[in-house]
């Protein structure tokens, strides 16, 4: 596959601008590499020899990526499969950080800013993949990354956002025991015991009889205890959609 003529579209985007394994997703303040096309830059930053080779090298590597038959990485965060180029685009990026200023005009000053801001958003998406647990039981799903790798492209569940954006069901929600007897989930009343096994089964009925799907919600976990082998003690239920 990687000495394939074929053009890998898929993967080619995907190792760029995926939600979950997109080289200008983690790192947004690679695309101010796009600036240097423009015709200021062209004229005044003429690309050196040096920096010929580095684009055809990051190229080369990146087509090399999209090819290789797990072009996500396996079970990494963000794209792992281009950590190498970094010190070859940085290179490529000094030119335009070099003209940044804020006592420039206005569009010096907003390039200025823009560029701030995504530094401090590629600084903070790769903090959570060194500080956060959750981003990385990201990759195991359900389904896991290896087995639906189209996963990388859902934007509902993004793995830099895995963690974040979870909702706590609200006293609405009901939760229908085997005994038929009903009760709040969210923060309950008082923990209720489970035997081992039904918990995910009647938080799953309770999420789908409030009009949701199952592929609506990647994780269902509870917060409790195990008392033994059979029996849980729920406390508060919590869904990551």
Same mark, same amino acid.
């Given at each position: 596959?990687?000495?394939?003529?074929?053009?890998?579209?898929?993967?080619?985007?995907?190792?760029?601008?995926?939600?979950?394994?997109?080289?200008?997703?983690?790192?947004?303040?690679?695309?101010?590499?796009?600036?240097?096309?423009?015709?200021?830059?062209?004229?005044?930053?003429?690309?050196?020899?040096?920096?010929?080779?580095?684009?055809?090298?990051?190229?080369?590597?990146?087509?090399?990526?999209?090819?290789?038959?797990?072009?996500?990485?396996?079970?990494?965060?963000?794209?792992?499969?281009?950590?190498?180029?970094?010190?070859?685009?940085?290179?490529?990026?000094?030119?335009?950080?070099?003209?940044?200023?804020?006592?420039?005009?206005?569009?010096?000053?907003? *390039?200025? $800013? %823009?560029?701030?801001?995504?530094?401090?958003? /590629?600084?903070?998406?790769?903090?959570?993949?060194?500080? #956060? +647990?959750?981003?990385?039981?990201?990759?195991?799903?359900?389904?896991?990354?290896?087995?639906?790798?189209?996963?990388?492209?859902?934007?509902?569940?993004?793995?830099?956002?895995?963690?974040?954006?979870?909702?706590?069901?609200?006293?609405?929600?009901?939760?229908?025991?085997?005994?038929?007897?009903?009760?709040?989930?969210?923060?309950?009343?008082?923990?209720?015991?489970?035997?081992?096994?039904?918990?995910?089964?009647?938080? *799953?009925? $309770? %999420?789908?009889?409030?009009?949701?799907?199952? /592929?609506?919600?990647?994780?269902?976990?509870?917060?409790? #205890? +195990?008392?033994?082998?059979?029996?849980?003690?729920?406390?508060?239920?919590?869904?990551?959609?």
């Amino acid at each position: 596959m990687i000495l394939s003529t074929s053009i890998p579209l898929g993967p080619l985007c995907g190792t760029l601008f995926s939600p979950s394994r997109g080289l200008f997703i983690f790192s947004p303040f690679l695309l101010f590499l796009f600036v240097r096309l423009l015709p200021f830059y062209r004229r005044k930053y003429a690309l050196t020899p040096l920096e010929i080779l580095l684009v055809l090298l990051s190229v080369a590597w990146w087509i090399g990526t999209a090819r290789w038959p797990e072009w996500w990485g396996g079970g990494s965060y963000g794209p792992r499969l281009l950590c190498e180029l970094l010190p070859c685009v940085v290179i490529l990026l000094v030119p335009v950080a070099a003209n940044l200023s804020l006592g420039g005009g206005w569009t010096s000053k907003a *390039c200025t $800013a %823009l560029f701030a801001i995504a530094g401090a958003v /590629s600084i903070g998406i790769h903090f959570r993949g060194a500080t #956060a +647990q959750a981003v990385h039981d990201w990759n195991g799903g359900p389904p896991s990354i290896s087995e639906a790798p189209q996963r990388a492209w859902s934007w509902k569940d993004p793995q830099f956002l895995r963690g974040l954006n979870v909702l706590r069901l609200s006293s609405e929600f009901r939760l229908s025991l085997g005994s038929r007897r009903r009760i709040q989930a969210g923060h309950l009343p008082a923990p209720i015991v489970f035997r081992a096994g039904e918990v995910q089964e009647h938080i *799953c009925g $309770a %999420l789908l009889g409030h009009g949701r799907s199952g /592929s609506d919600f990647h994780t269902i976990s509870v917060d409790g #205890a +195990q008392i033994d082998e059979h029996r849980w003690v729920l406390e508060e239920v919590v869904a990551v959609v």
